[in-house]
C-alpha cells in the first residue's frame, strides 16, 4: 500500500514504545523545577510576528532565515514560535503576573519550529523544557537557575557535559564593544559572507556566530567581550561564579559564548557535550534585563534557559544511560465464549482501579493466539475463563514466568487478592 504522505522533513514522530523515555526526563524537569520553586506555563504554539521579531530580535538567524511565518485567513501575520522566552514574556505581561509578586517564577515544555538545515540533533520541530524568572537582578537568581540545569543533568544521570559561561554585559558595555568589534571586521569586509555584511553596522555581535566557516575563523581574532565590561558588569559576573562555586557547580569562562537571540545581557551559559556530534549544546541560556521593556512592560530583569529534549535523550543513548521501562500487562484475560467476555470485562474494571494494568481480547482471536499475545506484550499473569470457570466462579492464575498456578474467586475480593500475589512475587518480577 503507497502511502499518501509521510512526515515533514525534520520532524520525528514518538511511538508508543519510546514515549516513556520521554516522560522520564520530562518527571525528572518537573519534580526538579518544583523543588527550585518554579510552576508551569503553558502558552499558545503561534504568537503575533512582531513578538518574535521584537523580542528575539530582528537581526538573528531565527527572526531572519528560519520562522515559520504564514498570514491567516483574517489577514494577521503569525509565527510558529522558534523557542518559548518571548511566549512567556508577553503571557506574564497580559496577565499582570508581577501584581502576584516577584519574582515570578514559571517552568514549560514547549514544542519548537525552526527552518534550519536537518542534521543529526537538529530538527525543525523540537523540544524544550525550560523556565524563566522575572524580577531579579541578582546574581544569586543567575547562579541558582545554572544549579537548576546542572541538577536536571546530574539526575538524567548524564556526563562529560560541561559548562561554559559567560557575560555579554550591558547596552553600555555593549556599546563600546560594538565600536572595537565593527573596527575589527570592517578589515575583513571583502571575506564576510553577505549576511555578516548586512549586520556588521546594526549588531555585529551576530558575526560571532556566523555558522560559515571562513567568518568563524575571522571571528576567532575578533575582541573579546570581558575586555568591554564596566565595573557593574564585572562585579555581576564575578558574583555568579562566587556562588556557583560555593554550590561546587563546575564551569569554564567561555568569552566567546554570546548566544544567537538578541535578547541577553550579562549572564551567558550553554551547556555541551561532544558525544552528539556538532550540535552538542543541550542547554542554553542567560538573563535578559531588557526583554519586558521591549516587549512594552516596565523595566523587569530577568533570566531562564532552554534545554533541547531530542538532544538530552540523543546523549542519554550515546552514554549508554539506562531508562527504567514502565510497568508491563498485569494480568491478561483469555477468553472462550460471549460470556467468558463478558465476566472478564467485570474483573479487568477491578483489577485496573487497584492501579495495575490489565488486558483482554478486543480483536476476536482464538484462544491460542491470545494467549501468544498475552506472551508477546510481557504480561506476568494470565487467566483462561470458560464456561467452567464461570460455573464454578473460580479460576487458575497462571504466572507467565514461572508457570505457577494460584486458584482465585471469581468475586469482589478477586482484584484484592490478585494485587496480593502480584505483589509477592514482585521480587521475581524485578518490579
Ligand atoms: P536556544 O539556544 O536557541 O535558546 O535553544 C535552547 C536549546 O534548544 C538548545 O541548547 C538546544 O538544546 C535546543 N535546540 C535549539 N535549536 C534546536 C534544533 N533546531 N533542533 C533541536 N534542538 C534545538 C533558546 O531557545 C532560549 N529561549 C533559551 C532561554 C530561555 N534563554 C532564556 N530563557
Known amino acids: ?10 520532524t520525528e514522530d514518538v511511538l508508543p514504545k519510546q514515549s516513556y523515555r520521554w516522560q522520564f526526563i520530562e518527571n525528572i524537569m518537573r519534580e526538579e523545577s518544583r523543588a527550585y520553586g518554579f510552576r508551569e506555563i503553558r502558552t499558545p504554539v503561534f504568537e503575533h510576528t512582531e513578538l518574535f521579531a521584537r523580542g528575539v530580535g530582528q537581526t538573528t538567524d531565527v527572526v531572519q532565515k528560519e520562522m515559520y511565518t504564514f498570514d491567516t485567513k483574517g489577514g494577521e501575520s503569525v509565527t510558529l514560535r522558534p523557542e518559548g522566552t518571548a511566549g512567556a514574556a508577553r503571557a506574564v505581561l497580559e496577565h499582570a503576573l508581577e501584581n502576584e509578586g516577584l519574582p515570578i517564577k514559571a517552568s514549560y515544555f514547549v514544542s519548537c519550529y525552526r527552518y534550519e538545515k536537518p542534521q543529526a540533533g537538529r530538527l525543525r520541530e523540537f523540544h524544550q523544557f525550560g523556565i524563566e524568572e522575572y524580577g531579579t537582578q541578582s546574581p544569586v537568581a543567575d547562579a541558582e537557575i ?5 541538577s536536571v543533568l546530574d539526575r538524567l544521570g548524564l556526563g562529560d557535559v560541561r559548562l561554559e559561561l559567560n557575560s555579554i554585559g550591558c547596552p553600555e558595555c555593549r556599546a563600546n564593544y560594538n565600536r572595537a568589534l565593527r573596527e575589527y571586521f570592517s578589515q575583513y569586509k571583502e571575506q564576510l559572507c553577505d549576511t555578516c555584511l548586512s549586520r556588521l553596522e546594526k549588531n555585529p555581535m551576530r558575526l560571532l556566530d556566523c555558522k560559515s566557516p571562513e567568518d568563524h575563523k575571522i571571528a576567532e581574532g575578533a575582541p573579546r567581550i570581558t575586555d568591554f565590561l564596566c565595573e557593574e558588569c564585572e562585579s555581576h559576573f564575578r558574583e555568579v561564579q562566587k556562588y556557583l562555586d560555593s554550590a561546587g557547580v563546575e564551569y569554564t569562562v567561555n568569552p566567546t559564548i554570546v548566544r544567537g537571540l538578541d535578547y541577553y545581557t550579562k549572564t551567558v551559559f550553554e551547556f555541551v557535550t561532544d558525544c552528539i556530534g556538532a550540535q552538542g549544546t543541550v542547554c542554553g541560556g542567560g538573563r535578559y534585563d531588557g526583554l519586558i521593556e521591549e516587549l512594552g512592560g516596565r523595566h523587569m530583569p530577568s533570566l531562564g534557559f532552554a534545554m533541547g529534549l531530542e538532544r538530552i535523550l540523543m546523549v542519554m543513548d550515546a552514554q549508554g544511560v539506562e531508562i527504567p521501562q514502565p510497568e508491563g500487562c498485569a494480568l491478561y484475560i483469555a477468553t472462550m465464549g460471549d460470556a467468558a467476555k463478558l465476566k ?3 474483573l479487568l474494571a ?3 482501579r487497584c492501579g495495575l494494568v490489565a488486558e483482554t481480547d478486543v480483536v ?3 484462544l491460542r493466539p491470545q494467549m501468544k499475545y498475552a506472551d508477546k506484550i510481557g504480561a506476568k499473569y494470565s487467566i483462561v475463563l470458560g464456561d467452567n470457570e464461570i460455573a464454578e466462579n473460580k479460576a487458575k492464575v497462571k504466572n ?6 494460584t486458584e482465585l474467586a471469581l468475586d469482589d475480593t478477586f482484584a484484592e487478592k490478585f494485587s496480593v500475589l502480584h505483589l509477592s512475587d514482585a521480587a521475581a518480577f524485578k518490579i
Request: charged share 20%; glycine share 16%.
Open 1 to 10: 500500500m503507497a502511502l499518501i504522505t509521510k512526515k515533514i522533513k525534520g
Open 146 to 150: 545554572i544549579c537548576l540545569a546542572q
Open 344 to 346: 472478564a470485562f467485570g
Open 350 to 352: 477491578q483489577v485496573r
Open 364 to 366: 476476536g482471536r482464538g
Open 400 to 405: 507467565m514466568q514461572s508457570g505457577e498456578q
